[in-house]
C-alpha cells in the first residue's frame, strides 16, 4: 500500500522540471564512471600508484553506486524522496570536488566510493520522484525511457568528455566538471515535490549490509585474484564469504515484511529477461567504455583527447538511436528488438577482434559503430520495458530492483574483465618477454599491471633491452589479451539472444479472447489495469 502522490500528470510536459533534473542527474551518474576511465593513465602517472589501488578509483564507485542503490531507495520511502535526491547530489558534488583537489590515492578511492554512495541516493530517489509524478502508466514508460536514455547517454559521453577535459586542465579537471554539473543540478531541486510512503517505518538494514557487503567482497577478491593468485586463500575466502553473504541476503528478504529486493518480481519471465540486458551490456559495452580508452593511450598511442574522440565513433549512435528505437515499437515487438541489439552487439565484439597497434580510425569505424547501434536500440527502451513489465502498483520497486541489477553487473564485469586482462596479460609478457631481455629479475606482475592501466611505455622503460622491441612485445601480449576478451564478451552477448527473444514473446491471444483492450506504447505489451493507489513502493 502506498501514499497520495504529492504530484500528478497525465503528460510529460506538464511535469517537465522534474524530468528534466533527474535526467540530467541520470546522464551525470554514468559519466562519472566511464569518464574515470580515461583518466587513470595520468592519476597513475601523477600520484605515481600501481594498479590495484588505481583500479578502485573506478570499483570504488561502481561498487558503492549499485550496493546502496536498495538502502537508498528504503531511506527514500522513509524520510522523503526530494530530501534523498538532495542529499544524495549534495555527497556526490563535494567529494566529486574533493577528487579533484587531494593528491593521495587512498584518500581519492575513498571520496570515489562516497561519490558512488551519493549517486545511488540520486538515482533511486529521481526513480521514484519520476514515479510519483507520472502516475499514468503509459506516461510514466515514456518518462522512464527518457531517464534510461539519460542513462545511456551519460554512459556513453563519459569518455569523450572526459577526453576533452584531461587534455585541457588535466585528469583533475575531470571530477571538478562533474562537482560542477551536481551543483547546478542542485539549484532546481528546492523545486521538486516531496514524496514518501507513509507505510515504511523501517530500513532493511539486514539486507542492506549483506548485500553490499557481498558486492564488496566479490569484486575485492576478482581484482586481487590476479595480484596474489587465483588460488591465494585470502581469494578463495573472499569469494566464499562473498557467497555466504549473498545467501543470507535472500534470506533476509524473505523474512522481511518489507523487504527492499522483492525476490517474487524474479518469478517474473518478461521482468528477467528485460534484467539479462544490462548483465548483457555490462560486458559488451560498459566494460568496453572502460578499457578501451587505456588501449588507444597505451597501445595506439593517441592522447587522452584523441583517445576521447575515437570513442565517440562508438558513443554517436548511443545517443541518436534510442530515440528512434521507440518508434520501432510501434512494428516491431520489444523482444525481438532487445534480442537485435544484443545481436548487434556481439557481432560488433567479435568484428572489434580485429583490433592491433596499427588499427586506423577506419578500421574502428565499423565494429565501434555497429555496438554502439545496438546499444543505441536497448538505451532507448530497456527503462520503459522494465516498468511496463509488471503491473503499474509495483513499477516503483521494478525500478530499484532494474538499477540494482544494472548497476551490480557494471560492477562486477569490469572488475571481471580488468582482472582477465591483467591474468592473461602476465601470461603472455612471461611467454614471450625472455626473448627479447636479458633482464632476470622481472616482476612479471608489476609489468602487466603497467601495461593494463595503459602505461606501456613506462612500463618498457624499466626492462633491459632494446625498448622499442620490449613495447613491440608488450603490445602484442596486451593486444592478444584485448582480443581474446573481446571474443568472450561477444559470446556471451549472442548466447543472450535466443533468451531475451524467448521470455520476451507475447502469447497470442485466440481467436474468442481478443486483443488486449489497452498497450503500452512503450512496449507494445499490454497493460496491467491500475489499481486504486498509485506506485509508492519506488526505490
Known amino acids: 500500500m502506498s501514499g497520495p502522490p504529492t504530484a500528478q500528470a497525465t503528460g510529460i510536459?506538464?511535469?517537465?522540471?522534474?524530468?528534466?533534473?533527474?535526467?540530467?542527474?541520470?546522464?551525470?551518474?554514468?559519466?562519472?564512471?566511464?569518464?574515470?576511465?580515461?583518466?587513470?593513465?595520468?592519476?597513475?602517472?601523477?600520484?605515481?600508484?600501481?594498479?590495484?589501488?588505481?583500479?578502485?578509483?573506478?570499483?570504488?564507485?561502481?561498487?558503492?553506486?549499485?550496493?546502496?542503490?536498495?538502502?537508498?531507495?528504503?531511506?527514500?520511502?522513509?524520510?522523503?524522496?526530494?530530501?534523498?535526491?538532495?542529499?544524495?547530489?549534495?555527497?556526490?558534488?563535494?567529494?566529486?570536488?574533493?577528487?579533484?583537489?587531494?593528491?593521495?590515492?587512498?584518500?581519492?578511492?575513498?571520496?570515489?566510493?562516497?561519490?558512488?554512495?551519493?549517486a545511488a541516493a540520486v538515482m533511486t530517489a529521481g526513480s521514484a520522484l519520476l514515479a510519483q509524478v507520472f502516475t499514468d502508466p503509459a506516461t510514466r514508460a515514456r518518462a522512464f525511457s527518457m531517464l534510461g536514455a539519460s542513462f545511456g547517454m551519460g554512459l556513453a559521453l563519459g569518455p569523450s568528455t572526459a577526453g576533452l577535459l584531461v587534455g585541457a586542465f588535466g585528469w583533475r579537471g575531470v571530477f571538478i566538471a562533474q562537482a560542477v554539473i551536481a551543483g547546478v543540478v542542485?539549484?532546481?531541486?528546492?523545486?521538486?515535490?516531496?514524496?514518501?510512503?507513509?507505510?515504511?517505518?523501517?530500513?532493511?538494514?539486514?539486507?542492506?549490509?549483506?548485500?553490499?557487503?557481498?558486492?564488496?567482497?566479490?569484486?575485492?577478491?576478482?581484482?586481487?585474484?590476479?595480484?596474489?593468485?587465483?588460488?591465494?586463500?585470502?581469494?578463495?575466502?573472499?569469494?566464499?564469504?562473498?557467497?555466504?553473504?549473498?545467501?543470507?541476503?535472500?534470506?533476509?528478504?524473505?523474512?522481511?515484511?518489507?523487504?527492499?529486493?522483492?525476490?517474487?518480481?524474479?518469478?517474473?519471465?518478461?521482468?528477467?529477461?528485460?534484467?539479462?540486458?544490462?548483465?548483457?551490456?555490462?560486458?559488451?559495452?560498459?566494460?568496453?567504455?572502460?578499457?578501451?580508452?587505456?588501449?588507444?593511450?597505451?597501445?595506439?598511442?593517441?592522447?587522452?583527447?584523441?583517445?576521447?574522440?575515437?570513442?565517440?565513433?562508438?558513443t554517436v549512435p548511443v545517443m541518436g538511436l534510442p530515440l528512434f528505437a521507440g518508434q520501432m515499437l510501434r512494428f516491431i515487438p520489444v523482444?525481438?528488438?532487445?534480442?537485435?541489439?544484443?545481436?548487434?552487439?556481439?557481432?560488433?565484439?567479435?568484428?572489434?577482434?580485429?583490433?592491433?597497434?596499427?588499427?586506423?580510425?577506419?578500421?574502428?569505424?565499423?565494429?565501434?559503430?555497429?555496438?554502439?547501434?545496438?546499444?543505441?536500440?536497448?538505451?532507448?527502451?530497456i527503462d520503459?520495458?522494465?516498468?511496463?513489465?509488471?503491473?503499474?502498483?509495483?513499477?516503483?520497486?521494478?525500478?530499484?530492483?532494474?538499477?540494482?541489477?544494472?548497476?551490480?553487473?557494471?560492477?562486477?564485469?569490469?572488475?571481471?574483465?580488468?582482472?582477465f586482462l591483467v591474468s592473461l596479460t602476465q601470461t603472455n609478457l612471461t611467454e614471450q618477454l625472455p626473448a627479447v631481455t636479458s633482464d632476470e629479475a622481472l616482476d612479471i606482475g608489476a609489468l602487466a599491471n603497467r601495461v593494463a592501466q595503459g602505461d606501456l611505455a613506462g612500463a618498457a622503460g624499466t626492462v633491459t633491452g632494446d625498448e622499442t622491441e620490449v613495447f613491440g612485445v608488450m603490445a602484442a601480449s596486451y593486444t592478444d589479451a584485448f582480443q581474446l576478451t573481446l571474443w568472450i564478451l561477444a559470446a556471451v552477448c549472442l548466447a543472450g539472444v535466443p533468451f531475451i527473444i524467448g521470455l520476451l514473446r507475447e502469447p497470442r491471444p485466440s481467436a474468442d479472447e481478443g486483443a488486449p483492450a489497452d498497450a503500452d506504447p512503450a512496449t507494445d505489451a499490454p497493460v496491467p489495469t491500475p489499481r486504486s493507489e498509485p506506485a509508492g513502493d519506488a526505490h
Open 384 to 419: 520503459g520495458a522494465a516498468v511496463s513489465s509488471v503491473e503499474p502498483a509495483r513499477a516503483g520497486m521494478a525500478a530499484g530492483m532494474f538499477n540494482t541489477m544494472r548497476l551490480a553487473s557494471e560492477a562486477i564485469a569490469v572488475a571481471g574483465m580488468g582482472a
Open 13 to 118: 510536459g506538464r511535469s517537465w522540471l522534474p524530468l528534466v533534473l533527474v535526467c540530467v542527474a541520470a546522464a551525470l551518474l554514468p559519466a562519472a564512471l566511464t569518464g574515470s576511465s580515461v583518466a587513470l593513465p595520468d592519476i597513475g602517472t601523477d600520484l605515481e600508484t600501481d594498479l590495484a589501488p588505481l583500479q578502485w578509483v573506478v570499483h570504488a564507485y561502481n561498487v558503492m553506486f549499485a550496493s546502496f542503490m536498495l538502502a537508498s531507495g528504503g531511506l527514500a520511502d522513509l524520510f522523503g524522496r526530494r530530501l534523498m535526491f538532495t542529499l544524495g547530489l549534495s555527497l556526490f558534488a563535494l567529494s566529486s570536488l574533493a577528487s579533484g583537489l587531494i593528491s593521495d590515492i587512498v584518500l581519492l578511492d575513498v571520496l570515489r566510493g562516497a561519490s558512488g554512495a551519493g
Open 335 to 381: 523482444g525481438w528488438l532487445l534480442g537485435l541489439s544484443m545481436l548487434l552487439i556481439g557481432l560488433g565484439a567479435a568484428w572489434l577482434t580485429t583490433l592491433n597497434p596499427e588499427t586506423t580510425l577506419i578500421g574502428l569505424l565499423g565494429p565501434l559503430m555497429v555496438i554502439g547501434s545496438g546499444v543505441g536500440i536497448s538505451f532507448g527502451i
Open 186 to 314: 542542485l539549484l532546481g531541486a528546492a523545486k521538486l515535490p516531496e514524496s514518501r510512503d507513509p507505510d515504511a517505518t523501517s530500513v532493511d538494514w539486514w539486507g542492506a549490509i549483506t548485500f553490499t557487503s557481498s558486492l564488496f567482497l566479490l569484486t575485492l577478491s576478482v581484482v586481487e585474484g590476479p595480484q596474489r593468485g587465483w588460488g591465494d586463500p585470502v581469494v578463495l575466502g573472499g569469494f566464499a564469504l562473498a557467497a555466504a553473504l549473498m545467501v543470507a541476503f535472500a534470506v533476509a528478504e524473505r523474512v522481511q515484511r518489507r523487504p527492499m529486493f522483492e525476490l517474487s518480481l524474479l518469478g517474473n519471465p518478461r521482468f528477467i529477461a528485460v534484467c539479462l540486458v544490462p548483465v548483457l551490456l555490462a560486458f559488451g559495452f560498459v566494460c568496453l567504455l572502460v578499457f578501451l580508452p587505456s588501449y588507444f593511450i597505451g597501445v595506439n598511442g593517441m592522447s587522452p583527447q584523441g583517445s576521447g574522440l575515437t570513442m565517440m565513433l562508438l
